[in-house]
């Protein structure tokens, strides 16, 4: 034995592990002493008898900062060679190289006093399985620690004095400088201001953020960035301004002319040990000091901006998973997902002859980049076509698949309380070991009975664990179904339809329903709405729906009573087209009964020529014209054609005569004879509607 009898055979015949570590890069590079005395320690080593070859330095921490050892591989790795009793002597410069967390070196001095390992460090060696080490060792712990706390709490004090001033440097925000005095002044560069003061009188003007991207995005205007790291560092480049970015700077109060700090709250998380950060109210803001320097706003300004963000943010929200069922008509609100992008779908309202008509919209992406909505899917005949899929689904045979189904899962269910079952038992029987370990322990064996009270405790709370999460599984369980819940069950498929249409029946339990049985419907708009219905197992179902139709095809003439006008206005006026048409019992695109006006409305929107144009066209005359060939007055043509001299027609609802040509005689004048003995070149055509 040497070294006051501390280092035995036992010790010689282990490693020794040299832990080195500096608290940051700059203190690598520029303390290059300290870290040399570090590495010198070997020599310690091999002075107390250990070989060269027996040295392990681990120096794989240099730059980490001792206040954890949650990103400190080195520390892990010294902690499981000690704990697997390989190393005979652990050695840092001082403590706090090894550690400046009292829980990770305590623990560390926990399991060198159960493995029998020694800790150097530049006053001497220590055991920390003897009392009075172990006190030393854990003086200099906290002492370590202390002083961690003392310089962390002189940085900060001295940060929060210069924030209270006003003078802590933080970086400036695009559209400020800071100038030779160090004071925060507006940016010299005229582009960089305008385009900043364009933002906030946008803004002023609009009321939305997201115009204010639209407004820049359809001008072409370009947002000014300042590059802060790199070759290009202070450089100002320019590109496209998105959503975020003004809400950034819309929230910022340093363009108010306000110096602030503290603004938002860290918070390490405790499992992984991430920072979140918090937004603190403004009563909680730890420096604030209005009109510090030049803004491009006034402070009320900046509380009305704020306000009207507020009030915005009523109707957006971030895409939620699954919303939940609302008052709305929308059957698929909080399920619908857009085809194309796969985000959420909202619901926007209408009124259409006094009852609300909900539109699917992909609107999350459109708001970003200030581009129009995705999709836009109308839901008139979407909710009734997947309520329909629905209620088909619910059918007798396909309820005795479910009931299959449920025996299956039952099955299944069975199988796994078994294994929980069996996985409780071996955490009891660990339990019962690691008390019989801890009672079997002697008194005097303190540290040693420390620890195995403290592995018996966590057997114990993992014991409670399983069976708090095996009865939480029991109360879950489903129970097994009887003859008289079958028959319920089949029942259903008839009882449900009428459940689903009885007015009683809210929109909101309609919306329960239906989640009870999908997860959720993927949209997508083409020249079909093509729907993809999700099931709660996994299955899915596809249909597809026409497009509503329109304004204009709502109130369209059918093709069918078009062509048949077609067919009818080559031998019959208007008015007479109307009355068969009427007759039939048709009605037009609004519903209405046909009149001569909507005859010959539709005639013109579909080019259709009127009775009078056919006849023109086949080249028949006028009554002036026809007196004009037969050198007649037109009274004279007129009383021919009544006579049967002349065949003629009325061609429209004005009566107007049109005469058909003439192919044999030409009638004359006969004055002072009467019109029976004259001879008739035409056989007067009675049975026709137009006849004269």
């Known amino acids: 034995m040497n070294i006051q009898g501390k280092v035995t055979s036992d010790h010689l015949n282990r490693l020794a592990y040299l832990y080195v570590r500096q608290s940051s890069l700059h203190q690598v590079h520029e303390n290059r002493e ?4 570090q590495y010198d320690l070997k020599r310690r080593a091999q002075a107390m008898g250990w070989r060269i070859d027996q040295i392990v330095v681990i120096d794989e921490d240099l730059g980490l900062s001792g206040a954890s050892a949650s990103e400190r591989n080195g520390f892990q790795r010294l902690v499981s060679e000690v704990g697997l009793g390989r190393v005979g002597l652990v050695m840092g410069l001082e403590v706090s190289r090894l550690a400046r967390n009292s829980t990770d070196w305590h623990r560390l001095l926990e399991i060198c006093a159960l493995t029998d390992t020694l800790i150097l ?23 370590s620690e202390a002083e961690l706390h003392v310089l962390h709490a002189r940085l900060i004090g001295g940060q929060m004095n210069k924030a209270r001033r006003g003078e802590l440097w933080i970086r400036p925000p695009i559209g400020f400088i800071y100038d030779g005095d160090k004071k925060l002044v507006l940016d010299p560069d005229r582009q960089v201001q305008d ?105 009320e300004e900046y509380e009305a901006n704020q306000a009207k963000l507020l009030d915005n943010a009523n109707g957006y929200g971030p895409d939620r998973k699954k919303s939940p069922p609302r008052e709305g008509t929308a059957l698929l609100q909080g399920l619908a997902i857009c085809g194309l992008c796969g985000r959420r779908m909202t619901v926007r309202y209408y009124v259409r002859g006094g009852h609300p008509v909900p539109d699917y919209v992909c609107q999350r992406k459109g708001i970003e980049k200030a581009q129009p ?70 008194p005097e064996n303190r540290l040693v009975a420390d620890n195995l009270e403290s592995r018996w405790n966590e057997k114990l709370a993992y014991l409670a664990q399983v069976e708090e999460e095996y009865r939480r599984f029991a109360k879950s369980k489903t129970r097994d179904l009887t003859a008289d819940d079958k028959e319920r069950i089949q029942a259903l498929a008839s009882d449900l339809p009428r459940v689903w249409k009885d007015p009683r029946t809210s929109a909101r ?5 239906l989640r009870l049985l999908i997860e959720d419907v993927t949209l997508v708009r083409d020249k079909m709405i093509q729907i993809k219905i999700r099931w709660k197992g996994g299955a899915t179902t596809s249909l597809e729906r026409p497009l509503p139709k329109n304004a204009a095809d709502l109130f369209r003439t059918p093709p069918a009573i078009v062509e048949q006008i077609r067919t009818l206005a080559t031998q019959e006026t208007d008015r007479q087209i109307a009355q068969k048409l009427n007759a039939q019992d048709l009605r037009s695109g609004r519903g209405k009964a046909f009149t001569p006006r909507s005859v010959k409305a539709i005639r013109s929107t579909y080019g259709i020529e009127s009775f009078h144009a056919h006849l023109r066209k086949a080249g028949w005359l006028s009554e002036v014209e026809m007196a004009k060939q037969l050198a007649v007055h037109p009274t004279t043509a007129h009383r021919f054609a009544r006579e049967g001299i002349l065949r003629a027609l009325r061609a429209n ?40």
């Open 34 to 37: 300290s870290t040399a005395r």
């Open 121 to 143: 460090d530049e006053d001497g060696i220590y055991d920390p399985s003897h009392f009075n080490d172990r006190l030393l060792l854990g003086l200099k712990g906290t002492m």
């Open 195 to 299: 385009t900043v003061r364009l933002l906030f009188e946008t803004f002023h003007r609009t009321g939305s953020a997201e115009r204010v991207v639209r407004h820049f995005a359809t001008q072409g205007i370009l947002w000014p960035r300042r590059i802060i790291n790199g070759p290009r560092r202070g450089e100002v480049v320019f590109g496209s301004l998105d959503h975020s970015r003004v809400l950034q700077i819309l929230h910022n109060p340093r363009y108010a002319g306000a110096y602030v700090y503290g603004r938002t709250r860290q918070r390490k998380v405790p499992t992984g040990g991430q920072c979140r950060y918090r937004r603190l109210p403004r009563e909680e803001w730890k420096v604030f000091l209005p009109h510090s320097h030049p803004g491009y706003i006034t402070w």
């Open 373 to 442: 909505a995705c999709q836009i899917i109308p839901g008139t005949g979407l909710d009734e076509a997947v309520a329909q899929v629905i209620l088909e689904a619910v059918t007798p045979s396909s309820l005795e698949v479910a009931l299959q189904v449920f025996e299956e899962l039952r099955a299944r269910r069975a199988e796994v309380d078994r294994i929980r079952r069996a996985q409780v038992e071996r955490a009891r029987e660990e339990a019962e070991l690691a008390g019989r370990q801890f009672m079997m322990v002697q």
């Open 509 to 513: 339990d309609r919306k329960r329903l």
């Open 653 to 692: 609802d004005k009566g107007e005569l049109l005469f058909a040509p003439i192919a044999g005689p030409v009638p004359k004048a006969q004055p002072g004879k009467r019109l029976k003995n004259r001879p008739r070149h035409y056989q007067s055509i009675s049975n026709m509607t137009n006849g004269v």
